[in-house]
């Protein structure tokens, strides 16, 4: 074996601004204005920071996904996933698109018919169904999606005791290849569970058995998976008109198709390597023409996608605080937002764009947030140029759960905007106050009075 030749070992400084590992440049462009609006407008009129929403984003993506279904399948219905984002303004867009509500609890079928939802077009999901949530359900002749058998049992005993068959479907849970398996939610397809749960409400006659729903995950990166699970509750409605000689009305697939939102520890940008609406479409719509219902027999197909139609259409923008040196070298940028108003972080790893033009110097820097708290980190590593007290920053892609799962902590929450089609803007939720805090507290008379 030939020696190697001993090369010396060299040390080089990275400059920024020319090619280093982190390419040549920061990760992004400056973001100035959003659909036409300058970011630092927006601050001054509403503070900082905000949540911006796009109603012509969400609008073209509605569209762009209704379009990939039915140019592919007859008959389908969207359902707005209340749960993803259910500011009032956000779901009467949905709405006015021809979306139905899917909630998940009475507080959510309270918010569906508040927006004036009618009954018989809420898809009433999940778990935690109280006795109260049945009944009126029943009455609205809303869809009730069963997830276990108590709630199977109770719902007979309900519609016996009030002598209505309310219309319902069960949840399926299954094996689409993708691994954790979600199922803790609903009934198993592998193991006869779906079966047995179809038996029973077929036999018993005092519910409507209208549908079956699926609903395998969310942020799914795998098309096929859908096409595995369409594959199998076709297989069951199947099974029913076979057993039982009955046409199902619908087979609800569900959301979790993914944004283009970035995983924390992908290689890849999302943007690079989420599947386009369309292909999740291809994979549940030629399954189910190809899986052999006779076409006067073709179910409604059902959809509860949520994240993929708002994520991108929501940004939050907000102001560096400060700057700082950590003691290992690094430059650490403190932002005037935190995780608890960017529940994704924990997720995703946003693209954070500067909201004014830079120069060509670039760093290495972490983002943290304002709160006391060391978990209180935004971005880990981000390469941005030099920001200073004052300056904006724009988050991408935080349409999705972060309005829902935010709360209050150390900091209030922020207002909400939504920038209209012509560019107006819109307040549709005002920034937290004090006042609203102590709307529900209640001091024991005793504790009102102290001296220190
Ligand atoms: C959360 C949820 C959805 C929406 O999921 P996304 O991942 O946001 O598309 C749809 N259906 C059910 C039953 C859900 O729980």
Redesign the pocket.
């Given at each position: 074996m030939q020696k190697k030749v001993y090369e010396r070992p060299v040390i080089k400084s990275l400059n920024s601004g020319i090619t280093n590992k982190f390419g040549t440049r920061t990760e992004y462009a400056p973001l100035s204005h959003i659909d036409g609006v300058a970011v630092k407008d927006l601050i001054k009129k509403y503070g900082s920071p905000l949540f911006v929403f796009s109603e012509q984003t969400i609008r073209k993506n509605y569209r762009n996904a209704f379009r990939a279904f039915t140019t592919r399948y007859p008959k389908v219905q969207f359902a707005w996933?209340y749960?993803?984002n259910y500011l009032n303004a956000v779901c009467n867009i949905f709405h006015q698109e021809g979306s139905w509500a899917?909630v998940?609890s009475g507080f959510e079928m309270d918010k569906a018919l508040y927006n004036k939802v009618p009954g018989n077009r809420i898809i009433f999901?999940?778990p935690d169904k109280t006795e109260q949530d049945l009944l009126k359900a029943i009455h609205l002749d809303s869809l009730i999606h069963i997830d276990h058998l108590d709630e199977l049992y109770l719902l007979n005993e309900l519609a016996e005791r009030i002598d209505k068959k309310p219309r319902v479907a069960i949840r399926v849970n299954m094996d689409t290849g993708v691994i954790p398996l979600w199922d803790r939610f609903g009934f198993n397809y592998e193991t006869g569970q779906a079966w047995d749960a179809i038996n029973k409400i077929m036999s018993n006659n005092q519910l409507n058995l209208t549908g079956l729903h699926a609903?395998i995950g969310?942020?799914m990166l795998s098309t096929q998976a859908y096409a595995v699970a369409t594959f199998k509750l076709a297989d069951l409605a199947l099974g029913v008109k076979k057993k039982y000689n009955r046409n199902l009305t619908y087979l609800d697939l569900?959301?979790?198709?993914a944004s283009k939102n970035t995983l924390k520890g992908a290689y890849l940008p999302g943007s690079d390597t989420v599947p386009d609406i369309s292909e999740y479409a291809e994979a549940i719509c030629s399954t189910l023409l190809n899986v052999g219902f006779a076409p006067e027999d073709l179910p409604y197909l059902y959809l509860?996608?949520?994240?993929?139609l708002i994520d991108d259409a929501g940004y939050l923008i907000g102001t560096v605080i400060a700057n700082k040196r950590l003691s290992d070298g690094r430059r650490a940028t403190i932002l005037d937002f935190g995780v608890n108003i960017m529940f994704t972080a924990f997720w995703y790893n946003h693209k954070i764009s500067p909201a004014q033009e830079f120069g060509p110097y670039t760093e290495d820097c972490v983002l943290y947030g304002p709160l006391c708290m060391n978990i209180d980190v935004v971005r880990e590593s981000v390469t941005l140029p030099p920001l200073n007290r004052g300056d904006h920053v724009v988050v991408h892609h935080m349409g999705?759960y972060n309005i829902t799962q935010s709360m209050q902590f150390i900091s209030l929450r922020p207002a909400v905007v939504l920038i209209d089609t012509d560019g107006k803007t819109h307040l549709i939720r005002e920034r937290e106050t004090l006042a609203d805090i102590l709307h529900n507290e209640k001091t024991p008379e005793y504790l009102v009075n102290f001296e220190i």
């Open positions: 996933s749960k993803t899917e998940v999901n999940g609903h969310t942020y569900g959301g979790g198709f509860e996608t949520g994240r993929a999705a």
